[in-house]
T-cell receptor, first 114, second 109 residues
């Protein structure tokens, strides 16, 4: 049982490049989330999904896109990378939106945009 | 504004000490979560509380709804407890989590 798997773990992008951060979970969780963690700040929600085919914006969605074609996968797309997107990105999943059964986090992707 | 504040920001302890980390929030919540972030970056859920107290091994989490305050206690601390401890709340008015900035704990042998 792998939990939440994120790839890649590290990436350096040049300004204007694009990339996709992959996230997959094998727990049949309905809810999936993308967060970013900046130094000295709490995690901020970028996008979330309540099920396959349904996505919605979080607190800081600008510059990102997501899709949820299957229950298992929730990729995060950066179309035109900017230095402000340098951060650590975490994908998470939960059985329900209340989090009553807890949240499972991926190991994170450290992204640097230069 | 809905806010979550943690204290202290940094904490250094000697092995064996009893540790308390605090979390305060501004308005009503439906649940509070304590998370642990290891030095390698991974985040693990420790507790979810809506009232009272929960215990798991050497970790104890309490919440006082009236005072809008939660504490995470670690008994008989060990160097492997060194991590960042994060408080997150789910507001009564919404369905998203708001995270505190974390408490960085270092336990020295």
């Amino acid at each position: 049982n792998a939990g939440v798997t994120q790839t890649p773990k590290f990436r350096i992008l040049k300004i204007g490049q694009s990339m996709t951060l992959q996230c997959a979970q094998d727990m049949n969780h309905n809810y999936m989330y993308w967060y970013r963690q900046d130094p000295g700040m709490g995690l901020k929600l970028i996008y979330y999904s309540v099920g396959a085919g349904i996505t919605d914006k979080g607190e800081v969605p600008n510059g990102y896109n997501v899709s949820r074609s299957t229950t298992e996968d929730f990729p995060l797309r950066l179309e035109l990378a900017a230095p402000s997107q340098t951060s650590v990105y975490f994908c998470a999943s939960s059985y329900s939106g209340t989090g009553n059964y807890g949240y499972t986090f991926g190991s994170g992707t450290r992204l640097t945009v230069v | 504004k809905n806010e979550v504040e943690q204290s202290p920001q940094n904490l250094t302890a000697q092995e064996g000490e009893f540790i308390t980390i605090n979390c305060s929030y501004s308005v009503g919540i439906s649940a509070l979560h304590w998370l642990q972030q290891h030095p390698g970056g991974g985040i693990v859920s420790l507790f979810m509380l809506s009232s009272g107290k929960k215990k798991h091994g050497r970790l104890i989490a309490t919440i006082n709804i009236q005072e809008k305050h939660s504490s995470l206690h670690i008994t008989a601390s060990h160097p492997r407890d060194s991590a960042v401890y994060i408080c997150a709340v789910r507001w009564s008015s919404g369905d998203k989590l708001t995270f505190g900035t974390g408490t960085r704990l270092a336990v020295r042998p």
